[in-house]
């Protein structure tokens, strides 16, 4: 396998020695079977014309054409700032991916936002499936080296339509995190309770931003996003990225500096899920009872997050009003309650927003 993974040659056009100018694919695969998701990258030669006698024939899905090789790929990524790929044949953690591209003349079009009409066909392309290679990266120098504005890319080296959402979604995620818009919680899962940070998502600005990425996601992100079946929602994929993003990088920047919170146990594991909140792997170690009881806890502390997500958004005010003299004193003359009178009002005043 690992060999077949380093197959692929470096593309690069006949008349030019400089290295193939490449763009960059990908973004996030949602986890299946109750496993988290995670971020991979491929890349395809933006400018190589494939001869069709060049195509493989056979059924099945063939090897991307214009894919660009994994080690070149590692290359342009360290370059960026990834870590750990860096390194050669099986030392690069990749894997495969079956997309589905529309094609001309046997060859998939290139995958940007709208590929040229080469032979005057305006009807929608049959999609035939295309085995590309990708390198799976970690998602915390994702966020920050795609969310950088602009990213800090190779001069031979550009993003696709679908990288470029993706940057747009990290900047919001560091937008979220400077802000300190997230909340700590806790999650069931398979072998006990995780503890998990969450994105708070209520201000309208972000909501509209919210809105906005689900309405403009590229229909490439939907296909890369699921392994089988059919293509999830906008909505679910976001969100899922949102939710990874927001949990990894708040792990990641408390590894170095862990932060001790006098915590009151109240008979609850608090000790324990704080820890888990600090550690990579998030598992809290306890029982199903006292994770049931933590569980109750939590959601009754973030119950009025969860109001403000459903409520209009409101402007609140107090306002002091001074007491008026009594009835029947002379116009002019000095007045004032004595201390025993509780005759001053605060009034509470709301506005919605919109």
């Known amino acids: 396998m690992a060999a077949a993974l380093t197959a692929l040659p470096r593309y690069r056009p006949a008349d030019s020695p400089s290295p193939v100018a490449m763009r960059l694919h990908g973004g996030w695969r949602a986890g ?3 496993e988290r998701g995670h971020f991979a990258i491929w890349a395809e030669a933006s400018f190589v014309t494939v001869p069709e006698t060049s195509l493989p024939a056979g059924k099945g899905p063939r090897q991307h054409p214009r894919q660009v090789s994994l080690e070149a790929l590692a290359d342009a990524l360290t370059a960026m700032g990834f870590p750990g790929v860096s390194g050669r044949g099986a ?29 005057g066909r305006r009807r929608p392309r049959k999609l035939i499936p295309h085995v590309v290679q990708v390198l799976r990266v970690d998602i915390a120098p994702a966020v920050e080296i795609l969310g ?7 001069d031979d080296v550009e993003l696709g339509p679908d990288m470029a959402y993706w940057a747009r979604a990290c900047r919001m995620v560091l937008h979220l995190l400077a802000r300190q818009r997230f909340a700590p919680g806790m999650e069931h899962t398979g072998d006990g309770a995780r503890a998990v940070w969450s994105p708070v998502i209520d201000d309208p600005r972000d909501c509209e931003k919210l809105s906005a990425l689900i309405e403009s996601m590229p229909r490439g992100c939907r296909a890369f996003a699921c ?17 990874a993003a927001t949990d990894t990088c708040i792990r990641r920047w408390l590894a170095g500096n862990p932060v001790e919170a006098p915590l009151g146990e109240a008979g609850l594991p608090l000790s324990q899920w704080w820890g888990a909140l600090q550690r990579s792997d998030g598992g809290v170690g ?20 969860a109001w403000s997500r459903t409520l209009t958004p409101i402007r609140t005010c107090v306002r002091l009003e001074e007491p008026f003299p009594p009835a029947g004193t002379p ?12 005759c001053w009002s605060l009034r509470y005043l709301l506005q919605p927003m919109f």
């Open 32 to 34: 299946a079977g109750g």
């Open 91 to 119: 030392a690069l953690p990749a894997s495969k991916v079956v997309l589905r591209f529309p094609v001309i003349s046997g060859a998939p079009l290139p995958a940007v936002e709208n590929p040229p009409v080469l032979d």
């Open 148 to 154: 950088a504005f602009p990213p800090a890319l190779p």
């Open 227 to 243: 392994e089988s079946g059919p293509e999830p929602p906008a909505k679910t994929i976001l969100e899922g990225f949102l939710g």
């Open 286 to 305: 306890i029982s199903a009872a006292q994770a049931e009881q933590l569980d109750t806890a939590l959601r009754s502390w973030l119950r009025p997050l």
């Open 331 to 342: 116009e002019g003359h000095a007045w004032a309650p004595s201390p025993e009178e509780r």
